[in-house]
């Protein structure tokens, strides 16, 4: 009684083994929808069919898995590329190209969600930050009144008056424009002279 396949499929031809995986995905085979995670599998009768089939994978090439869920015996590829080329070797390439290039297009379509999702919480994250930062200036110019260095004013305003623009870009808009590390100092500096001056008003107090 053969309880896998014959010794003359598992050592045979790799066309009788290309035959033997086409016949067993025919009779038991899945391939998971595009999309969601990659898996083709194949349900076999017993645990001596499922060893049988992932050595005759071994032989073209392509690493398989054997595993016991619910009662079952199961094969199972789950690499993209090794169930692409598997698609082919038993004889379905048109299959092959289509579920490989839906899989792509619901890989780019994921990953463009992810970078939007990200891009999103990055503008989340600079708009707070920036808002904090003008209420800071604008108490700073409260404190200070008139008595600001030139630069430093000049640093504060841009900030104010250009909210949503980045370090770079404020260093751009300065006259004459500076680098972004120039307008970070002055404008920490600026909060720094309010800070002191603030802390000395309520010492004389």
Request: hydrophobic share 40%; aromatic share 2%; net charge positive.
């Amino acid at each position: 009684m053969v309880l896998g396949l014959p010794s003359e499929i598992i050592n045979g031809k790799i066309t009788q083994i290309k035959a033997a995986w086409r016949g067993a995905f025919l009779a038991n085979g899945r391939l998971s929808d595009p999309g969601k995670a990659s898996y083709l599998e194949i349900v076999c009768p017993n645990h001596e069919a499922a060893l049988a089939l992932v050595s005759t994978a071994r032989r073209l090439g392509i690493t398989a898995k054997s595993r016991r869920l619910r009662s079952s015996e199961r094969v199972t590829l789950r690499d993209p590329d090794a169930i692409e080329r598997m698609l082919i070797l038993m004889g379905a390439p048109h299959s092959a190209r289509e579920w490989t290039g839906k899989r792509s297009d619901g890989e780019a379509r994921g990953k463009a969600n992810r970078l939007a999702n990200f891009d999103d919480a990055n503008m989340r994250r600079s708009a707070k930050a920036a808002a904090e930062a003008c209420d800071k200036v604008r108490q700073a110019f409260e404190i200070l009144g008139d008595d600001i260095p030139d630069n430093l004013k000049s640093a504060g305003q841009l900030r104010l008056d250009h909210a949503d623009a980045s370090l770079e870009q404020l260093g751009r808009l300065a006259e004459p424009p500076i680098t972004k590390d120039a307008i970070a100092g002055r404008i920490r500096r600026l909060l720094q002279l309010a800070e002191k001056t603030e802390k000395a008003r309520r010492q004389d107090a």
